[in-house]
């Protein structure tokens, strides 16, 4: 099994371009989850979902948007890339709620 | 206020010693769930440990134990016999609530923990 994989591994946008981050995992998962993850604040929940067809937003969902139309991948798009948007973006599964996230290697996106 | 708290920015143990990471959360959910993840320089997320809050003993995981505090709310990891490998970023994590739509996991700021030989 691969795991969870996310492409790009680096990404450098300007500001006011769009991007959409792919992530897939091939172990099944139900649950999948976006992250960013900026100095000193830990990791922040962009949004999230519980399934096929079935997503919801996190803590910080504004400017990105999601959808899930199979199990496996769960991309997040950037509509309008803003330098405050310049972080380390973390896809993760689990196979239940309640279960630990596996995260996959991240994508490090710089806006300029 | 904050669901998390670690209020350690940075740890310094020495190799083989046991070192005490704290976490202490804010919850009124009687269902949740606490984790803990280590973030090593070359920035993967590796799982550690978990605990849920309707579990009696304490969760042990190999060198990983987490010691679980419900009345104080604290959830603390400890490595013992630590090891240059642990040197690495440490978050505590918490779920609230149960049942599929309360999947969310909310981070602490994290602790850094350096291992001296």
């Known amino acids: 099994n691969a795991g969870v994989t996310q492409t790009p591994k680096f990404q450098v946008l300007k500001t006011g371009q769009s991007m959409t981050l792919q992530c897939a995992q091939d172990m099944n998962h139900e649950y999948m989850s976006w992250y960013r993850q900026d100095p000193g604040m830990g990791l922040r929940l962009i949004h999230y979902?519980?399934?096929?067809?079935?997503?919801d937003q996190g803590e910080v969902p504004n400017g990105y948007n999601v959808s899930r139309s199979t199990t496996e991948d769960f991309p997040l798009r950037l509509l309008s890339a803003a330098p405050s948007q310049t972080s380390v973006y973390f896809c993760?599964?689990?196979?239940?709620?309640?279960?630990?996230?596996?995260f996959g290697p991240g994508t490090r996106l710089t806006v300029t | 206020a904050q669901k998390i708290t670690q209020t350690q920015p940075g740890m310094f143990v020495q190799e083989k010693e046991a070192v005490t990471l704290d976490c202490t959360y804010d919850t009124s959910d009687q269902s949740y769930g606490l984790f803990w993840y280590k973030q090593p320089s070359s920035g993967e997320m590796i799982f550690l440990i978990y605990q849920g809050s309707y579990d009696e003993q304490n969760a042990t995981e190999g060198r990983y134990s987490l010691n679980f505090q419900k009345a104080r709310k604290s959830a603390n990891l400890v490595i013992s016999a630590s090891q240059l490998g642990d040197s690495a970023m440490y978050f505590c994590?918490?779920?609230?609530?149960?049942?599929?739509?309360?999947?969310?996991?909310?981070f602490g700021k994290g602790t850094l923990l350096t291992v001296n030989p």
């Open positions: 993760a599964s689990s196979p239940t709620y309640n279960n630990e996230q596996y």
């Open positions: 979902s519980v399934g096929a067809g079935i997503t």
């Open positions: 994590a918490m779920r609230e609530g149960s049942g599929g739509s309360n999947y969310k996991l909310t």
